[in-house]
């Protein structure tokens, strides 16, 4: 059974701080990653995707990282901004099948 | 485009009541997944369909809940009789077969008393 596991579970930075939030996983025999933001009391929002075949995905000052053989994938969070804070989820699995995911990394930016 | 819809976003019942819980997917997209979100256990995939068919409900907690698809543009989620440890927020995603980015829907967070 595939199990996520996202370190750390709790990080607050200062404003403008580069910060990386790390995800694992059992099982190498993926489908694709994807990370999503979540903020309170909302649903989740997609941030980036990468599939099985790809090492990273970058989207303005996101970038993510994907290493099947060891199992870890990094989001990359560049000049952070207090509109980052949020709970940021990685999620494995996908195509036709669904998701599992960690329990996520709540993050504060500190003005 | 709307986006994935659900209804009711939110719904307060007492135990043994039924609930049912709605989701519109996005249009032209073919699966369909059902998640439940607690403090305890995170996000958990309870069943999806793909082109309306329920492919795994392996993550159905209890025969009390139960899923289906009419047809492409429509699922509902069903609990009877509810119960205190079935509140969590129920999210609805769907995607495309070949795309695998799956979009969520606002969530219905569900208490029951």
């Known amino acids: 059974k595939q199990e996520v596991t996202q370190i750390p579970a709790a990080l607050s930075v200062p404003e403008g701080e580069n910060l990386v939030l790390n995800c694992s996983f059992t099982d190498s025999a993926i489908y694709n990653l994807q990370w999503f933001r979540q903020d309170p009391g909302k649903g989740l929002t997609s941030l980036l995707l990468i599939q099985s075949s790809q090492r990273e995905q970058t989207s303005g000052r996101l970038n993510a990282s994907l290493d099947k053989s060891s199992g870890r994938s990094t989001l990359y969070i560049a000049a952070s901004q207090p509109g980052d804070s949020a709970t940021y989820l990685c999620a494995v699995g996908g195509g036709a099948d669904g998701l599992t995911f960690g329990k996520g990394t709540h993050l504060i930016i500190q003005p | ?113």
């Open chain 2, 1 to 113: 485009d709307a986006g994935v819809i659900q209804s009711p976003r939110h719904e307060v019942t007492e135990m043994g009541q039924e609930v049912t819980l709605r989701c519109k997917p996005i249009s032209g997209h073919n699966s369909l997944f059902w998640y439940r979100q607690t403090m305890m256990r995170g996000l958990e995939l309870l069943i999806y369909f793909n082109n309306n068919v329920p492919i795994d409900d392996s993550g159905m907690p209890e025969d009390r809940f139960s899923a289906k698809m009419p047809n492409a543009s429509f699922s509902t989620l069903k609990i009877q009789p509810s119960e205190p440890r079935d509140s969590a927020v129920y999210f609805c995603a769907s995607s495309l077969l070949d795309s695998s980015e799956q979009y969520f829907g606002p969530g219905t967070r569900l208490t029951v008393t």
